[in-house]
């Protein structure tokens, strides 16, 4: 059973770098053909899909966060991690790991999510 953990601080004050880790276990994130995404979830709105990592280290980024947005893996730890910088308090959400077949694929493991909050 794959299991995937968020972990990071719940606060960051704006201007600042949110960096948060995804722990994976019962699988390894270099296995054929998964992507590992992060996903936000802002208060009152629908869930936003930021970027992921592939099995092979590849990296993919939605658009309008590409500027501030940084994917990177630890394969010794099988962990992969999302760095947001320049944030303000519209990066407030819940944010998520999760992992799909291909990038266009539904999710089959999500991450419980973790509370970002941004405030001053």
């Known amino acids: 059973q794959v299991q995937l953990q968020e972990s990071g601080p719940g606060l960051v004050k704006p201007s600042q770098t949110l960096s948060l880790t995804c722990t994976v276990s019962?699988?390894?994130?270099?296995?054929?053909?998964?992507?590992w995404s992060w996903i936000r979830q802002p208060p009152g709105k629908g869930l936003e899909w930021m970027g992921a990592?592939?099995?092979?280290?590849?990296?993919y980024y939605r658009p309008f966060l590409k500027s501030r947005t940084s994917i990177s893996s630890d394969t010794s730890k099988n962990q992969f991690t999302l760095q947001l910088t320049s944030v303000t308090p519209e990066d407030t959400a819940v944010y998520y790991c999760?992992?799909?077949?291909?990038?266009?694929?539904?999710?089959?493991?999500w991450g419980q999510g973790t509370q970002v909050t941004v405030s001053s």
């Open positions: 019962g699988g390894s994130i270099t296995t054929n053909y998964y992507y």
């Open positions: 990592i592939a099995y092979s280290g590849r990296t």
């Open positions: 999760a992992r799909a077949s291909g990038l266009a694929e539904e999710y089959s493991y």
